[in-house]
C-alpha cells in the first residue's frame, strides 16, 4: 500500500478528486456534506492498474482548519496538490505547500482540477513553478474534471508512477503510529487509526502511548479488512486492550517499548521566519501532535524549544512552527538534539550556537560520540542513532581521545591518593567513580590497565610482576611518557637512558608491564584495544597513514602495531592494502 495526503485551497476539488479516483465518501461528516467542505481528515483507497493500492487522506483546505491539515500530511511520503483551473494559486495552496516542505515531503503530483471550466495552462505553469521550489521538486502536473471526469485515466497513471517512485518504507523500524483518529465500537472498544509510516504492526503487540500506558493491540485492519500483520507505509486502524479513547486522542503515538525517549526540551535549526523575529510561543506540528513550544533563539538560524507537553522525537524528525494568533506558519525545523545540555552558565548559549551550526540532523553515531564523550548504546538508539562503534564497557561507548584522558587522569589520581594516604591498599574504586565523574564503576574497572589492579574494591600500583625495583620504577616512567601520548613509542634511546634493555624490556612484557610491538618498540598494556577503537572513528577502509595519523604516532609504530592488529582480527588486510576495523577475535598474548 502506498499513502498519499491531499493539498490545496479549500473548494479547489480535493474531496471531489479523491472521491472520483476511489468511488468513496471522504467526508466522514455529515456537517460536512451538508456544508460541501471537508473540516476534518477523510479517507479513501483505490487499486492502480499496476495492482498498487493507494489510500488518500483527504484535508481540509479552509485556513481555519489547518491544524487539521497539518495532523494529517505528518506521516505520509506523498502528496497530490490540487489546483483549480479557474481560480489558480491561492493562499491556502501557498500555506499547504509550505507544511509540506516543512516535513519534508519530496514526492507529488500536482493536479489541475476543474479544467473544463478554464484553460488549465496557466494554473499549472504557476502551481509547477511553485512546487519546484520547495522539498518535492519538479513534479508532474495533470489536468483533470472531477465532475465529468475528463482526464482521470491520466491522473490514475501519474499515480502509477508516482508511487513506483516511493522510496521502499523501512519494516524492521520501530513503531511509531502518530495517532489521527480515537473512537469506540460497541462490543470492540477503543480504537485508533493513523499511517503506519515505517515497522510492522500484528494482533498481539505490546505497544506504549507517548505518555506512557501500556497497550495490546487486540485487532489490527488496514483498508476496512481484518488483517494479522501490516507493513508500512499503509493506513491501519488499531483495536487497543487497556486504554480508553480519550486517553489516546489525536497527538498521542504508539511506539515500540524502549525505543523511543519522549523529550520535553529539544534545539532545532528552522527555516522559514528569522530566529529572531519568532514569537516567544508557537504551536509545534510533528506527526498529528500539536503542542505549545516556547522558543529561545541560540543562533542564527538555530533554537531551543521547550514543549508544553513531551514527545517521543528523534534526532533529524522534521517538524513545523505555527503562530496561532497571526494564523501562518512560522517555520519548518529539523531536531538536532532531543538531550541538549543546559544553558545556565554566561556564554553558554552562544558556545551552543557554535556546536548547532555544525550539525545538520543527520544521525552520526561517531559524531554524537564526540559530541556527548560518553553514552549508553541504547540511550542513542533512542535517539534514532544507530552504528557500529565498539563499547568499551558493557553498554558504554567513548569518544577514544576522551577515554584516553580519562584513563591518564585515572592514573595521575591513583599516584595522588597514595602519596597522601600510603598506609591504605588503594583507592576505593567508588571514589575514582565520583573524581572521574563517571556515571558507572564498570568504566573505572575497565579504564585500569598494568601497572594498577584492582582487588578488594580499591585500585593501586601492581608489584610489577616481580621487576627489580629499578626496572618497575622505569617501566612507570614510560608509562607515565605514553600516558601523554598513547601511541608515541619512546625511541630506543630513551628506552636506554631508563634502563631498559632487550632484557628488561622482556621481563617486563611476560609481567604486563608493557606491550612490545617490535625490537625497541613498546607501548603500554591496552593499547591495542585503544588503538581499535580510535580506528573504528576512521572512514572505512582506512590506509597506514590515515591509521598513523589518527594515533598521531610514526610509521615505525603504526607498521607493527597494524599486523599484530590483524593477526588478533581487530583488523583485517585488503588487497590494496588499506584495512577495515573488524572488531577483536581473540585474546593477545601478552608477548609476541
Known sequence: MHVIATAGHVDHGKSTLVRALTGMEPDRWAEERRRGMTIDLGFAWTGLPSGATVAFVDVPGHERFVPNMLAGVGAVPAALIVVAADDGWMPQSAEHLAALDAVGVRHGLIAVTRSDLADPAAAAELARAEVAATSLGDVEVVAVSGASGDGLPRLVEALDRLVAALPPPDRDAPVRLWIDRAFTIRGSGTVVTGTLGAGRLRAGDELVTSDGRAVRVRGLQSLGESVPEAGAVARVALNLRGVEPAEVGRGTALLTPGEFGTVGVVDVRVTGDEVAEL??????????????????????????????????????????????????????????????????????????????????????????????????????????????????????????????????????????????????????????????????????????????????????????????????????????????????????????????????????????????????????????????????????????????????????????????????????????????????????????
Not at 398 to 422: G, I, K, N
Open 279 to 592: 514569537p516567544r510561543t508557537a504551536t509545534l506540528h510533528v506527526g498529528s501532535a500539536a503542542v505549545t513550544a516556547h522558543i529561545r533563539p541560540i543562533g542564527k538560524d538555530t533554537a531551543r524549544l521547550r514543549l508544553e507537553r513531551a514527545l517521543p522525537l528523534r534526532l533529524g524528525d522534521r517538524a513545523l512552527l505555527r503562530d496561532p494568533g497571526q494564523r501562518r506558519l512560522a517555520g519548518g525545523v529539523t531536531v538536532l538534539d532531543v538531550a541538549p545540555p543546559p544553558l545556565r552558565r554566561r556564554g553558554a548559549s552562544a558556545a551552543r550556537a557554535v556546536v548547532l551550526a555544525g550539525m545538520d540532523g543527520r544521525p552520526d553515531q561517531r559524531d554524537e560520540v564526540r559530541r556527548r564523550l560518553l553514552v549508553r548504546r541504547a540511550d542513542l538508539r533512542r535517539m534514532g542513532i544507530t552504528g557500529d562503534l565498539p563499547p568499551v564497557a558493557g553498554d558504554w561507548l567513548a569518544d577514544p581521545v576522551h577515554w584516553e584522558a580519562l584513563r591518564a587522569r585515572l592514573e595521575t589520581e591513583v599516584a595522588r591518593y597514595a602519596r597522601e594516604h600510603p598506609l591504605e591498599p588503594g583507592m576505593p574504586v567508588e571514589e575514582l567513580r565520583r573524581v572521574l565523574s563517571l556515571p558507572d564503576r564498570a568504566l573505572v574497572e575497565t579504564l585500569i590497565r598494568p601497572p594498577l589492579v584492582s582487588r578488594g574494591g580499591r585500585v593501586r600500583t601492581g608489584d610489577g610482576g616481580g621487576l627489580p625495583e629499578a626496572d618497575a620504577r622505569a617501566v612507570d616512567q614510560v608509562l607515565a611518557d605514553l600516558a601523554r601520548a598513547p601511541f608515541a613509542a619512546p625511541e630506543a634511546a630513551r628506552l636506554a637512558e631508563l634502563g631498559l634493555g632487550p632484557r628488561q624490556i622482556a621481563a617486563a612484557t611476560r609481567a604486563g608491564a608493557l606491550l612490545r610491538l617490535g625490537e625497541s618498540v613498546v607501548l603500554a598494556p591496552g593499547a591495542v584495544e585503544s588503538a581499535t577503537a580510535v580506528l573504528a572513528t576512521l572512514p572505512q577502509p582506512f590506509t597506514l597513514s590515515d591509521a598513523r595519523r589518527a594515533l598521531g604516532t610514526t610509521r615505525r609504530v603504526a607498521v607493527p602495531l597494524l599486523e599484530m592488529l590483524d593477526r588478533a582480527g581487530h583488523t583485517r588486510r585488503q588487497d590494496d592494502d588499506r584495512r577495515v576495523v573488524t572488531g577483536p577475535s581473540q585474546e593477545l598474548s601478552a608477548e609476541v
